[in-house]
């Protein structure tokens, strides 16, 4: 039923041919399985393909080209920080001295790398204006975990138990509301006012059984909360605790530390704010930065400094009251190398540039983008802004989806759509600091050319894209009869192109 | 125009009531707005579900919605052809894209519930 | 700035479009007594003086030594091609495909991990991707409890004690996590307990929602896996297998058992030790549980032509659309760690992954020789494939020593295990592919000389020479 494109690649299974293949590994005795018993050993072997390299690696290069990147071109994805990634980070992450330590080696034999995560908290904690940051959450939905964990695990230790709720903001990113049910917690959703979170409702939700508040600042819609000294004061009264999703925090650095204003908790995304790679979903890393009250509940082990300068891991069980670990080792140590690298290279006024440049681009692009779109929230924004082609649609029914799928055309990676799910018809954009002023201009260009394609040739718009590699897709049958793995017997019904 | 021999909840369930026994669907409305439906999650027969409360989930490609009971009572049957074919939700959404039938607990609640000229207003007021 | 594009000029431009004089315009929305202090951070470091620093930092941690260290993390060949495709920008400088059209690259890799996987394991649905083997496991346990809407999981002491850990961090609301205890002695030793399994689930008050046991365990030993999917399935309860991928090319894998679940450390498929990550969480299941599974899914389709290819599917089922219900929150994934995954394997073959898993434990079996030549005998009777625990008096001094002696004489068990009695002088020790017979030579040699050191220093005999160790590893 499927025929493979020109640009498509046949599936790692259609180019397998029995027998293809290199020995890369010498050839091990015969006897070397005797000692596993029968009942333990595989009875038929997996049908994994069979290719040699050359032809390997033309499959992955060819797929890669089937990509678009950061690399390739402007990615201005709101709520992702797509910003660059240098290339100085990969080098030093793959220094055998870092890449090819083992994660249970002594601390003695890990000293570099256990001086490199204990200089990276204490810049993490300079940065966001916290006592102490914990490295080892994976990513920044396990961070997320790791602070509501240590928020419960702070009311249970002064016998407040009747915290179950967490109040999330209803333009929130959906990890929040899924970690607090992750962590046993119900949610109450607050609504939103003139792009802030609405004063009156967030007291009315607030009390006794308030265990957190966690808020995005500057909110995913790109706008710093206004009252965000009133709210805290609010949460800290009602004798809950603050969680800021740190998502954003590439708008605000060197001028406003969340601990420093009172929240309690926070996470970073170092592939957001830090520049380590997004690579196709991941990996990221997600630090957890704490005030003194949350100190006893991070996770273990902790990177220690020794009085005789030397740096060690926390021992199991020495600090009784931790929640734990959520995952093995010490952390994404690989990924924390690149955001170390990316913190030195820039120094304490880089960073603050970073923002500077981050916001002033974004600003810029609103105005330009405002030429021909409806920008909802039409005041000064942060990192990230919302346009909306709400107008658009009412006109000429070409809507958001149609927009960024012509961009495609031009050579763009579309903004992030239809989220946060409050705005109609949105398009969260972000440029980040890295985008020279002369793609700023030709990405606006190129959105108020789809505009008026919008009003003199529709269906050019509701097609597109275009020029891609594929077509729209059929996501209905996709989701509907999901194919989830290649059937080795499917393959001789489909066509090879080579 | 919807259907005038069934009632509405506000959330786009519909309910048609056959003495103490009731059919349970969404409206064709609530099925045009979440687009292409992927999977219907519909409680076991023998369970009993209240007035408004959750009894199931649909899902769309992009979009999930609970699904309330317009009335209660105890679950009779789903509809077993959902599993294998969603899209009945969005093709006869008040036929073949039915989703529960309920032994009914207490069917004056039924007062409770829009008749067509309300719930057509109610989408009519979007 | 080091890697930004802006002349003063660029700057200037945008403010007058903006209508004003300066950048501080733009926070005034910055409440003033919430502006931050100064960042007291030390000065930008140009790219060369920072290479140095990296490099010096690298250069403190010693990666030089005969390492026999594993524990869930183990050395592998990594074939080059596998690191130099990865660092094409294509790759590692896109997001989450969220736009297919122009993500064709990743989600046909992703589907593709999916495929080989799914052989691996022998499952059907593999989620691309999770963290790590320890929160792929934790995951795997809260599958257990949904798709059976019961709330005791139990998971055997013979499970990475990482994993355990997490799994106890996740479970902290509700559920409830059992230990199953090991068969303390005779051959079956430092394995499941069977009978106290079957106990644990005849408790009809507490019903099981999921059983957890690792193959290899964390001993390295062989479990009686199909024994324990029969007993766990008897009562109700789906079986959850945590599994290390390379030895899966010669291992029964856990369809063939009638494991519902697998889970796993997807790190010996090619990626780097690094210190503890980024890994890949590996997590798979049956058909009947895909809706449980947590973690993204990419399927084959269509598009308007009619022309094959590749989307995310399933979508509703995740955090950014079903939010306080959502089966995990989980949002960035391992992807790039997958594909790691995929070119290694396309790369090595299934002759070339079998032998990898077989050279691996001759290699453990001349280790096992050796190592029980100068004193160091097994502390397990049982089968194992490549990984195995040795009983060494003063274990932890004498790993400590052997580092002098550039020697990683794998992992203390009484550091990892602090409150098992049985473990408190014993090293768990592993071969691969890439342990030599000189580091084997070496290892044995320097521990008979630790060995009889202290045995002298006990005013004891010494019963072996270093000799006769290097002979044994020949």
Redesign the interface.
Known sequence: ?????EQ??P???ERSRPG??G???????KD??D???A?????T???????N?PE??R???N??????????GF?P?GS?T?????K?N?????????????????D??????L??LFELEE?LA??S?MTAVTLQP?????G??TGI?MI?AYHRSRGDTERDEVLVPDSS???N????????F??ITIPSADGGVDNEAFKAALGPRTAAVMITNPSTLG??E?R??LLLEEVHAAGALAYMDGANLNA??????PG??GFDVMHF?V?KTF?T??????????PVGVREALLPFL?SPRVLRSDDGSFRLE???ERPES?????????????L?RAY?Y????????????S??A???A??LR??VGEAYDIPFDR?C?HEFVASAAGIKKRTGVRTLDI??RL?DYGY??P?IY?PLTVEEGMLIEPT?????ETLDAFADALIAIARECETDPELVKGA?HD????????A???RQ?????RPMAGAE?PCPD | MVPSDLRYTKDHEWVRVDGDEATVGITEYAASQLGDI??V?LPDTGRSVAQFAAFG?V??????SDLFAPLSGEVTAANAALAGSPELVNGDPYGEGWMVRLRLAAPDEVEDLLDQAAYDALIAAG | ??????TAG??E???A??GIDS?D???????E?????????????P?LE??A???????????D?A?F?G???Y?H?T?P?V?Q?L????????????????????L?????Y???L???V?L???SA?H?????AT?EAGLMTCRATHRDRVLVSKAV?P??R??L???F???LELDDIPLVADGDAAGTTDLAALERLLADGERPVAGVIAGQPNFFGL?EP??EIGRLAHAAGALFVSVIEPVS??????PG?YGADIAAG?GQPLGI????????LGILASTDAL??QIPG??????????????Y?M??????????????A??????????A?AA??Y????????????A??G??RA?RLETALAAVGAARVHPG?Y?NEFAVRVPDARTV??RL?ERGV?AG?VLG??I?DEPSLADALLVCAT?VTTDAEIAQFASALATELAGSAMAAGGPATTSASVTVEAAR
């Not at chain 1, 797509?82 to 240098?86: D, I, R, W």
């Not at chain 1, 605000?252 to 530390?257: C, E, Q, V």
């Not at chain 1, 600091?433 to 002023?437: D, G, H, M, N, R």
């Not at chain 1, 999901?482 to 290649?486: A, G």
Request: neutral net charge; charged residues 20%; hydrophobic residues 40%.
């Open positions: 039923m499927t025929v493979v494109g498509l690649q599936s790692l299974f293809r293949g020995d890369k590994i010498p050839h091990p005795p070397a399985l000692r596993i018993p009942d333990a050993r595989r009875a072997p997996p049908a994994l393909p069979e290719l390299e390997v690696v499959h992955y290069v797929l890669s080209q089937l990509n678009y990147s950061i690399d390739t990615y994805l992702c797509m910003k660059f990634n240098p100085l990969e080098w030093a992450a793959r220094l055998p001295g870092f890449a090819s330590l083992h994660p249970l080696a002594p003695e034999v890990a000293q570099g790398t001086q490199l810049w300079e940065i204006g994976a990513a920044g939905a396990q997320e975990l964990l419960r990113h959906g990890t509301p899924a970690t607090a049910s992750m962590a046993g119900r949610t706008l710093f206004p965000i000294g605000i650095l060197g001028r406003f530390k420093e204003a995304n592939h520049s790679p997004h690579g196709g979903g991941g990996p990221g890393a997600g996770p021992r199991a069980g929640i734990g670990r959520l995952r093995s080792f010490v952390g994404n140590t690989g990924v190398v690298a913190l030195r290279a820039h120094g304490g006024t880089g960073l603050r540039q970073v500077d440049d916001v002033l681009a600003n810029y105005k330009r000064v942060k960024a799928k495609i990676h579309p992030t989220f600091e890295t985008e020279s002023v894209p891609a590699p594929v077509g729209r897709l059929d996501e049958t996709a989701a999901p194919n989830l793995r290649w489909m | 992927v999977f999650e989930v899902e769309s490609v992009k979009a999930v | 700035m080091p890697y930004g594009p802006h660029d700057r431009r945008m403010l479009a903006l950048v315009a733009l926070f005034a929305d910055i409440p007594s919430l502006r931050a202090s100064r960042l007291d951070l030390p000065g930008p470091e790219e920072l290479a620093r990296l490099q010096g930092l690298a250069g403190r941690n010693r990666t030594l390492s260290l524990a869930g993390v050395r060949w074939p091609n690191d495709l660092l094409r920008g294509e790759w590692y400088t896109a997001y989450t495909p969220y736009q297919p059209e122009i993500s064709q690259g990743t046909q890799s992703i589907y593709e999916e495929s080989l799914a052989e691996l022998d059907d649905v593999v991707s963290y790590d083997g320890a929160a934790a990475h990482h994993y850990q997490a106890l961090a996740y902290g609301h509700g062989l896996m199909a899966l090319a010669v291992l029964a894998p063939a450390e780097a030790p690094q210190y503890g990550g980024p890994y895909v809706r993204r899914l990419v399927g084959m389709t269509t598009d308007v032509k009619g022309r094959r290819a989307v599917t399933m979508r509703a089922r995740e955090q950014d659309i079903r939010r306080d219900k959502a995990s929150n989980i949002c960035t994934n391992q992807a790039l760690l594909l995929s070119i394997l396309a790369t090595i073959g299934p002759h070339g992954l079998r032998d990898v077989a050279q434990a001759a079996g089968p494939l790993h400590r580092i990683l992992l550091d990892i602090p592919e």
